[in-house]
T-cell receptor, first 113, second 109 residues
Framework: NAGVTQTPKFQVLKTGQSMTLQCAQD?????MSWYRQDPGMGLRLIHY???????DQGEVPNGYNVSRSTTEDFPLRLLLAAPSQTSVYFC????????????FGPGTRLTVT | SQQGEEDPQALSIQEGENATMNCSYK?????LQWYRQNSGRGLVHLIL?????REKHSGRLRVTLDTSKKSSSLLITASRAADTASYFC?????????FGIGTKLQVIP
């Protein structure tokens, strides 16, 4: 199993551009989530999904969209990139949301200039 | 706002010593988990303790949970230089998993 994969590893965007961060898992996990990690602020939940076709907002959803058309994939879309979205983004999955451990991808380092 | 807050934010110890990190949270939880993050990498799950458990062990790790005080502690015994990393607690409440800001542990050889 590849586990949780994320692409790209690094990305530089200009303000106002849009892009999609890809996340895929091959463990048939129901629960997937996106976090951003900023210095001194830990990980903050952006969006999460408890299964295909179901998504919900986390703590910091503004400026981001998600969809979950398949169990395996959970892309994160930045609509109009802003410098405040410069961060490291992590995708995670788990078998269920209420007990099992989360498996993290390697992260995407995004810089918005 | 974040659910968990770790204390201390940074900790430096000598190899062989024990390291204790604390986590406080605000609302009721289903379970609490501890994760480790090496620099530049994703988080790795260490241990999970359910809300009806008080203590759990895994190798050199010992986790306690006090739901009346809404706090947890992670003890790493006989630390090694390879334990140098950031450690995060995560609380699970409903369908949300919320992380704290982490404790940066440095183990000096």
């Amino acid at each position: 199993n590849a586990g949780v994969t994320q692409t790209p590893k690094f990305q530089v965007l200009k303000t106002g551009q849009s892009m999609t961060l890809q996340c895929a898992q091959d463990m048939n996990h129901e629960y997937m989530s996106w976090y951003r990690q900023d210095p001194g602020m830990g990980l903050r939940l952006i969006h999460y999904s408890v299964g295909a076709g179901i998504t919900d907002q986390g703590e910091v959803p503004n400026g981001y969209n998600v969809s979950r058309s398949t169990t395996e994939d959970f892309p994160l879309r930045l609509l109009l990139a802003a410098p405040s979205q410069t961060s490291v983004y992590f995708c995670a999955s788990s078998q269920t949301s209420d007990s099992y451990e989360q498996y993290f991808g390697p992260g995407t380092r995004l810089t918005v200039t | 706002s974040q659910q968990g807050e770790e204390d201390p934010q940074a900790l430096s110890i000598q190899e062989g010593e024990n390291a204790t990190m604390n986590c406080s949270y605000k609302t009721s939880i289903n379970n609490l988990q501890w994760y480790r993050q090496n620099s530049g990498r994703g988080l790795v799950h260490l241990i999970l303790i359910r809300s009806n458990e008080r203590e759990k062990h895994s190798g050199r790790l010992r986790v306690t949970l006090d739901t009346s005080k809404k706090s947890s502690s992670l003890l790493i015994t006989a630390s090694r230089a390879a334990d140098t990393a950031s450690y995060f607690c995560a609380t699970v409440s409903g369908q949300k998993v919320t992380f704290g800001i982490g404790t940066k542990l440095q183990v000096i050889p």
